[in-house]
């Protein structure tokens, strides 16, 4: 319970929990906005890369670029799980 209000599930739900605050929610909102920003570096660096890699792959020949597609897709589903449990703590 929350300043009289009841929360029936919190994962990812941050947004709605803030709404629901008593008190100035400020301080949260910015915070969440540089947490944003500062975790989305890596995950644009890690783009970057495979953009470079798939760029490099597609330069070859038509085996090479079959199983650069294979393994880049089994990597980005992989790091998009990832990414999804550190967010929101579920797969």
Do not use: H, W
Not at 39 to 45: E, F, K, R, T
Not at 59 to 83: D, E, P
């Amino acid at each position: 319970m929350l300043c009289g209000n009841i929360i029936n599930k919190v994962y990812c739900d941050n947004f709605s929990i803030v709404k629901l605050a008593c008190s100035d929610t400020r301080v949260n909102n910015i915070y969440g906005l540089f947490f944003t920003v500062i975790s989305s570096i890596p995950l644009l660096l890690i783009l970057y890369t495979y953009m470079r890699i798939l760029r490099v792959c597609f330069s070859g020949s038509k085996q090479t670029r079959q199983k650069a597609l294979i393994l880049y897709g089994l990597k980005m589903s992989k790091i998009r799980i990832i990414c999804k449990r550190l967010l929101c703590g579920e797969v």
